[in-house]
């Protein structure tokens, strides 16, 4: 059955370990008034003490009261204190402690009403309220053996004294419910908050390992692919040709390493850092397949340094399945910009495929859905076209910001 009142830690066992850290947010963002309440109350309790023990030290009973009364303000204090894990029965040896002091004494009547709070908050209410009447019994006998007998004042003032304690009591209860119900609703949220924290980080290392697997594919593994084709053309051919594909070699190697470093620092790519975008798009179109022709169609204008690079590793990315799989004759790249657009096309009419299905060895085209992902993180299109023996055509549009920043901002700030 449940308590009715005082939620006191004399009467609260111990967290376990395991909730220790949550026990002790709890007790930090406990209300202080409710602390301060029962700091009040075992203050009251002593302060009525001390005021009936002087005059009953004068009494002829006082070798009795004494030591009753140290005794008292000892067990009750070890409760208060060490919040003891049985606290009906610290609460039982207190009651008979004051009953044993308001049979030598009467005076000690007063001492009663704190105890009618501690009544309230250890017992059920089953038992409580008997208790809070036992003890204004318990009074109201004690008083009526004082000089002029039992009167209504004796009987009015514990009684009461004993109201007030349950209303207050009752009052106090609403008052921990409420609180501790709004301590579960900061528990709930705090808890959803480092849920979706957590969710957060995980969307984001996620998004991250994502990202960089797209870089790593549109430029580390096309330039190890590059080094590979390179190395088996130069076995064969002239001594001037071997050394061409040497030099190429090196030339490509230079790149890559320059792209791993810009991974550890995060700057543009190194094609752009010297050259504008038309300029970056004709030597990767002249260096990836020789002989690939290459086409600026309108005004340049600036463009945000992200889609400068989405259309530089749309251009290698394509480049590279042109050199690897496509045995073209032709190929060609167009950068064009328009009102409010800007376009990338590479065509070749080498031996083309069917959209939608898997290469002959079985490996996913990583390469087209990362370039895909790409271009609509952008806001742009991205569309393949191709057919068996017809060529492939990949076109991209990327819309242009009225207020697009140049890339030299981040030069500036790198």
Known sequence: MSRTSLPDPAATPPPAAGDASRAHARAAAEAPSLRLVRLALHGCFYALLAVALVPALTGPRAAAVAPAALALAAVYGAGAVRQARRPRLWLAAVTALWLALLVLDPGFSYVVFPLFFLWLH???????????????????????????????????????????????????????RESRARQRLIDDLVHTRDELAAAQREAGRL?????????IHDTLAQGLSSIVLLARAAESGTPEAHRERVREIGRTASDNLAEARRFVHALTPPALEDAPLPEA????????????????????????????????????????????HARADHAAVTLAFHDGQVTLDVYD??????????????????????????????????????????????????????????????????
Not at 122 to 136: D, F, I, K, N, Q
Not at 141 to 162: C, N, R
Not at 300 to 321: F, M
Not at 380 to 400: D, F, H, I, Q
């Open 207 to 215: 998004a991250e390992r994502q990202r960089l697997a797209r870089e």
């Open 122 to 176: 250890a017992l059920p209410v089953r038992w409580s309220l008997p208790a809070v009447a036992a003890g204004t019994a318990a009074v109201v006998a004690a008083q009526a053996a004082t000089p002029g007998g039992l009167t209504a004042a004796k009987v009015i003032g514990p009684a009461a004294g004993a109201a007030v304690a349950v209303l207050t009591a009752y009052g106090y209860a609403t008052l921990y």
């Open 349 to 414: 009419d080498g031996v083309g495929f069917t959209p939608g299905t898997g290469p002959a060895d079985g490996r996913p085209r990583f390469g087209l859905h990362g370039m895909r992902e790409r271009i609509a993180e952008l806001g742009g299109t991205l569309t393949v076209e191709s057919a068996p023996g017809e060529g492939t055509a990949v076109a991209a549009a990327l819309p242009v910001p009225a207020a697009a920043h140049p890339r030299d901002a981040l030069g500036e700030a790198a």
């Open 281 to 324: 798009l004709r030597r990767v179109t002249a260096r990836t397949v020789p002989g690939a022709a290459f086409r600026l169609d309108g005004e340049p204008c600036p463009l945000p340094v992200e889609t400068e690079v989405a259309l530089l590793r749309l251009t290698q990315e394509a480049l590279a399945n042109v050199a690897r």
